[in-house]
Structures are given as structure tokens and as C-alpha cells.
């Protein structure tokens, strides 16, 4: 099985393996704007608004510890700031005792007046993995209280646990979505005091024939439907990523979903939304942020294969999405 996630190969690339880097065409429509690349690297992107300014997170460098923040007044333009977990927890190994330095592919959404932040802790090409959660006030205090285990899986389980993802139902109420190959994407109700797991476990997105190669899922209601996106294919490989996002809908938050031809996303269907340019190579890790705004990562052919956010508008007016 794959998966997720190393650095080791992000920061140099030669010029032979750039001129190897595949191809994609993707065109923007002139109605969505496109707000730019950030000149810092970041991975797996989760971004939000706290007063003015934004707060973009991600994977974590291997040379650093924890989870990547990044900091700007006008999304275009961000700073570095502190990283969180830069002192590891100590259950962590109880759950995973070969997990990475860094952790992976957080996500943050604002709830209860607070803000929670979901990540994975893992380690390359198992599933044996944990995702954990942390809790603030203030994402500017750089303050977080561990909130602790989430849910795990090992590897008697068919599933693993990470690329984690807070979404809420047309009533408000919450739900974790996560997964990564084996058998595909996870969804479960959240009790909404301890934003933990409680009731059934549902796969909504799998992709049977093809290596089981999808992640890092999505999900925002609009207009009647529950639109699932996900990552097909490889990452962490620089300009030869293969990564591309995919999406389906459905009116049901536990499925089924369908991509625009009718195919189920449990049977390895999903429109194609981004397949990457000449310029941004392997685009995936994807988040919608307030509904309307697309974040993802995308490796620079222009700057040595290194991942940076990418933000777009999102439109909905076909009834599908579009940027």
C-alpha cells in the first residue's frame, strides 16, 4: 500500500527531472479569479480567517517539527510563523511508535467558539496512523490545548486514518471525513462537545481499480448537495506528482456520490477539476474554505518542484464546480 507523506524530495530537483515532469492543461474561467501562489512552501493546505489576517497550515517540513503555519493580512503574501507541536505529544507513539517528525495535513474550521484543528500523525506507506485534535481561542496567541485521539487505524484495519477533514450538515451539525488508499475515503458523525467520533463509520469514495490511489477528501454543502472532492493518484513527488482533484455530489452527507457522467465515487468515479499547467504540476491536498474558496498545493515547475498554496475562487452557478 502507499502512502504519505516525505519531503525528502521537495526542495531539490535537477534540471533533467523538471524537463521529465508531465504536462496538464487546465483552464481557468474568467468569472473565477484566481488570488495567486504563495512565495513560501506549503503542503497539504488549510487556510482561515481570524479579524484581518490569514492563517494558512500545512504538512510540516522534515526538518522541522509539527505543522506548518503560514500568516498574511491579504492572502498573496505570507510570512512564517511558529510551527505547532514543535515539542512531540507523548501519546502520540502509544497509537504509532514510528511516527514521522513532522505531521500531516491538518485541518482548521472555526465552531462553539473555537478553533479546531484536526492533523495526522503517521509515518510513510502504513496505515498505522492516528489523527489527533487541538483546540484554541485565538489562532494569533499561538496557543493550543491537545485535545487528543481522534481515531486511529492499524494495520488489521482497511482504512488509515489521516488527511483528516471538519465538514457540517445542512442542520450544522459536524462530521470527520478522512482516508487515504487501501479501502478508500471514511465519513462519521462528531459528538459536538468533544468533536470526537460518534456512531457508524461510511465509505463514500473509493477507487477499487486503480491501486486504491485517493485522499485527502473534502466537503461543503451548496444548493442542495453534498459535493465530496478528493485527490486522485500519487504525491510527494515532485513535478512527476500525478495528483489531480476530482469531485462527485450527492444530496445525502453519507452518500452516494456521483461524478458528472453518473459514475458512484465508490466505484472509482470522479469529474476531474484540476489536473495542473505547464507552471503548477501535481495539484492536490485540496480544502474549500467558507464554501466559495478553493486552496490547494501544486509543485512550481518555475522554482524547483517546490509545493506552494494556490487559491482560486470557486463557482457554483452550473450546479458542479468550476474555477
Not at 87 to 97: A, F, G, K, Q
Not at 100 to 123: E, M, R
Not at 283 to 306: E, K, S, T, W
Amino acid at each position: 500500500m502507499k502512502k504519505k507523506k516525505t519531503w525528502k524530495r521537495f526542495l531539490h530537483f535537477s534540471s533533467a527531472a523538471l524537463a521529465a515532469g508531465l504536462i496538464f492543461t487546465s483552464a481557468a474561467p474568467a468569472e473565477a479569479a484566481f488570488w495567486g501562489a504563495s512565495n513560501e512552501l506549503l503542503h497539504d493546505p488549510t487556510m482561515i480567517k481570524e479579524g484581518s489576517s490569514w492563517y494558512a497550515l500545512g504538512t510540516g517540513l522534515t526538518e522541522e517539527r509539527g505543522l506548518r503555519v503560514l500568516k498574511s493580512s491579504d492572502a498573496k503574501n505570507w510570512t512564517v510563523q511558529k510551527s505547532i507541536f514543535t515539542t512531540p505529544l507523548s501519546w502520540w507513539s502509544n497509537y504509532v511508535p514510528n511516527y514521522g517528525q513532522n505531521q500531516w495535513a491538518p485541518d482548521i474550521q472555526y465552531y462553539n467558539g473555537k478553533y479546531w484543528l484536526y492533523y495526522s500523525v503517521s509515518s510513510f506507506g502504513s496505515n498505522t496512523s492516528a489523527i489527533g485534535l487541538a483546540s484554541s481561542t485565538s489562532i494569533s496567541s499561538g496557543s493550543w490545548k491537545d485535545e487528543g485521539l481522534v481515531i486511529r487505524s492499524t494495520s488489521s484495519n482497511n482504512y488509515n486514518a489521516i488527511d483528516p477533514e471538519l465538514t457540517f450538515d445542512k442542520d450544522g451539525n459536524p462530521w470527520l471525513a478522512f482516508g487515504s488508499f487501501w479501502s478508500g475515503i471514511k465519513l462519521t458523525k462528531l459528538d459536538k462537545s468533544t468533536m470526537k467520533p460518534t456512531g457508524s463509520l461510511y465509505s463514500i469514495a473509493a477507487r477499487p481499480n486503480n491501486g486504491g490511489a485517493l485522499e485527502a477528501p473534502t466537503l461543503t454543502y451548496q444548493n442542495g448537495y453534498y459535493y465530496l472532492m478528493v485527490s486522485f493518484d500519487k504525491c510527494c513527488d515532485g513535478v512527476n506528482s500525478t495528483y489531480k482533484i476530482a469531485y462527485g455530489r450527492s444530496k445525502n452527507i453519507t452518500g452516494p456520490y456521483l461524478d458528472k457522467s453518473g459514475k458512484s465515487m465508490l466505484e472509482g468515479g470522479g469529474t476531474i477539476l484540476d489536473s495542473g499547467n505547464d507552471q503548477w504540476k501535481g495539484p492536490g491536498g485540496q480544502d474549500i474554505v467558507n464554501g466559495n474558496i478553493l486552496v490547494r498545493h501544486a509543485y512550481d515547475a518555475n522554482d524547483n518542484g517546490i509545493p506552494k498554496l494556490l487559491i482560486n475562487d470557486l463557482n457554483w452557478s452550473s450546479g458542479w464546480p468550476s474555477y
